[in-house]
């Protein structure tokens, strides 16, 4: 979009409209004179531009030039404390609605025409085994110790699918589906077991020989899964698996659902407070691993149709929790730790725990 794009196209009733569109680097936005459809603006800030950085360090050092007023993005501790260091600018550190996982694929994504044949497709014995052992063998804690601990002190690990640690329902959910007892215990005796049940289809793996390859997808310009996946790349390989991880560009368009991948790493972010929410993610028509489940399919019809105490979805949520545990398609990493660096003159940010973190509140920004 630029300055010869028709306005009628553009339809709102927003309190700002769209100016320009440049592909790549971002949008513009003007404020509306004609806006009474909503809550009142707090402020007098007559433009909004949205810029895309796709470099952290590149980001915190526009906002201490003051060329950008609010960076929100995904952090690491390099880019967190560089933003800490900015006199004029204030962090603000939340846990997000979004937590991080790894996802392997079983089939085609529903909907679509690409397929997936890979090494974990299907339910037969041989591919939730090979699954198992991938899982197993994955280096969740290191993952947390290594890339979230420096962010967040307080980051656990997760083990729900359905709700986020501090869910009052988190233990009962957990122990429902039987996490801790398939994908328990040290790093060392999960790559143990993993390696043994790799060694029952390719008998000459070992630590030092891979049985066989995974290939896992992640965005080109995340940097923060292309250290999960060398953390995971050297545990597998003890667990005689080749990880085999790209950085694509396409990653979000095409990549997790070309069934060129046998394995991706993905978030899911909760958007509302619907019972539901949590587990359609796993229903057959949303999640992208291919992955058909009836039990599931049904409890998200049931948390459509009616409502329900919070324990009775609870109890619901176990039991979701349970079949993806039982059919070894994912496992929870981290939740999201989201941090924010503003410009001390701009009040009125307080970014949610709930997607959009960042401009849910925008009418009450303000110099």
Same mark, same amino acid.
């Given at each position: ?196 049940? @790799?060694? !029952?289809?390719?008998?000459? $793996? /070992?630590? =030092?020989?891979?049985? &066989?390859?995974?290939?896992? #997808?992640?965005?080109? +310009? ?97 039991? @979701?929790? !349970?079949?993806?545990?039982? $059919? /070894?398609? =994912?496992?929870?990493? &981290?939740?999201?730790?989201? #941090?924010?660096?503003? +410009? ?24």
């Amino acid at each position: 979009m630029d300055s010869s794009t028709n306005p009628l196209l553009l339809v709102g009733n927003g309190a700002y409209t769209v100016k320009t569109i440049t592909p790549g680097q971002g949008i513009s936005m003007v404020r509306n004179a004609r806006y009474n459809s909503g809550p009142k603006l707090q402020g007098d800030i007559r433009s909004i531009q949205f810029r895309y950085i796709k470099d952290g360090t590149a980001a915190a050092q526009a906002l201490r030039n003051k060329e950008i007023d609010v960076y929100s993005g995904q952090p690491t501790a390099d880019s967190v404390a560089l933003l800490k260091s900015i006199p004029n600018a204030k962090v603000i550190s939340i846990n997000e609605g979004c937590y991080e996982h790894v996802d392997l694929n079983v089939g085609p994504t529903y909907g679509t025409d690409f397929s997936y044949t890979g090494v974990f497709a299907g339910d037969s014995e041989r591919a939730k085994d090979l699954r198992t052992a991938t899982l197993l063998a994955w280096p969740r804690q290191q993952i947390v110790d290594t890339l979230i601990k420096p962010i967040n002190e307080n980051a656990v690990l997760m083990q729900t699918f359905t709700v986020l640690p501090n869910d009052p329902r988190a233990e009962s959910v957990m122990k429902a589906s039987g996490i801790m007892s398939k994908f328990g215990g040290s790093q060392s005796e999960r790559e143990a077991k993993a390696l043994k049940l @790799v060694q !029952k289809y390719y008998p000459s $793996a /070992s630590a =030092s020989t891979a049985g &066989f390859d995974v290939t896992i #997808v992640h965005a080109a +310009n995340n940097s923060r899964r292309a250290s999960e996946a060398q953390l995971a790349k050297a545990a597998l390989a003890k667990a005689g698996i080749n990880l085999i991880p790209t950085a694509a560009t396409n990653w979000s368009s095409v990549g997790i659902i070309s069934g060129d991948y046998d394995a991706e790493f993905f978030a899911w972010c909760q958007t509302s407070t619907s019972a539901a929410a949590g587990v359609g993610t796993y229903a057959t028509e949303e999640n992208y691993q291919g992955f058909s489940n009836k039990k599931i399919d049904s409890i998200y019809k049931q948390l459509q149709a009616k409502a329900y105490t919070s324990a009775e979805v609870g109890k619901l949520y176990g039991q @979701v929790d !349970k079949e993806v545990v039982d $059919a /070894s398609i =994912s496992l929870p990493i &981290f939740q999201f730790p989201g #941090v924010t660096g503003v +410009n001390k003159d701009l009040k009125g940010i307080k970014p949610a725990i709930l997607s959009p973190l960042l401009v849910w509140n925008y009418w009450e920004w303000r110099y």
